[in-house]
């Protein structure tokens, strides 16, 4: 009879097995991690497995601005937001200063102003270069401006903010390594495998260390600055985190779904 048992009770773990190879549960995407010292919280997706989309405005045209507002939307979808994170900078009604790309549908151009002036004077958006998110059916990129407006590619969700973070693998030259400007930053990058690799200080610090995270941590060759300070924020339950920003809400922003 013990016999018998053993055998239907690894019949039983066999096909649990079975059933997990090919039905996958999403493993916690985001986790705490630390660089030189500095705390981060780290969010990963796989673009071509993973349902990560862009979110701007409800069924009433309304742009969200909460994460709680978008995660409450999608649960009446019978959906779950795993996490969310502001994917760039806004205006004051809440809409993107440049490029937005929702389901295949371009809502706002991309921006080719420039600004000139002083490294601390010119907003963060304009400084060069900027650059573009975007996912498609061949997974994720990270773009120049430039670059995008050259090839157009084909594009189902895409934002546009600035400054590029990393390059092909080299940091945007316009940093400096010892700049006192230190705030809360947030970014994305694409990394090693296709993988899109989110990122968002725990305290302070400089677009040169933030670039290196991304470059030297994360392994991502091309990375994008997506906001600071106060107007950088993240959703996250299972780490306690459902930010607000100071500015009274957010524009565009990313999730991933389950």
């Known amino acids: 009879m013990l016999c018998i048992k053993r055998v239907a009770l690894a019949t039983v773990l066999l096909f649990v097995a ?60 019978g959906r779950m937001l795993v996490f969310a994170m502001n994917a760039g900078m806004y205006l004051t009604d809440f809409s993107p200063i440049g490029l937005y790309v929702e389901n295949g549908h371009e809502l706002r151009p991309a921006s080719t102003k420039t600004m000139n002036g002083p490294p601390g004077r010119v907003p963060n958006f ?13 997974g994720a990129d990270i773009l120049t401006t430039a670059d995008y407006l050259q090839r157009r590619p084909k594009t189902r969700f895409a934002t546009q903010s600035g400054p590029m973070l990393v390059i092909k693998n080299k940091l945007n030259p316009i940093f400096i390594a010892d700049s006192t400007d230190r705030t809360v930053r947030s970014g994305v990058g694409v990394c090693d495998g296709g993988l899109v690799r989110f990122a968002i200080s725990g305290g ?15 392994r991502c060759p091309n990375a994008l600055f997506l906001d600071g300070g106060n107007g950088a924020g993240i959703y996250e339950p299972n780490l306690g985190r459902s930010d607000m920003s100071w500015h009274g809400g957010y524009g565009p922003v990313i999730g991933l779904l389950d």
């Open 204 to 218: 302070t610090v400089n677009f040169y260390d933030f670039a290196r995270l991304f470059r030297d941590h994360l």
């Open 18 to 77: 079975a059933i997990a190879a090919v039905q996958p549960v999403l493993a916690q995407p985001c986790e705490e991690q630390v660089f030189e010292e500095s705390k981060f919280i780290v969010c990963t997706a796989t673009p071509r497995r993973d349902d990560l989309r862009l979110f701007w405005k409800d069924a009433h045209g309304e742009p969200y601005r909460r994460f709680t507002t978008i995660a409450e939307a999608v649960a009446d979808q």
């Open 126 to 138: 304009y400084k060069n270069p900027n650059g573009v998110f975007l996912l498609n059916d061949d």
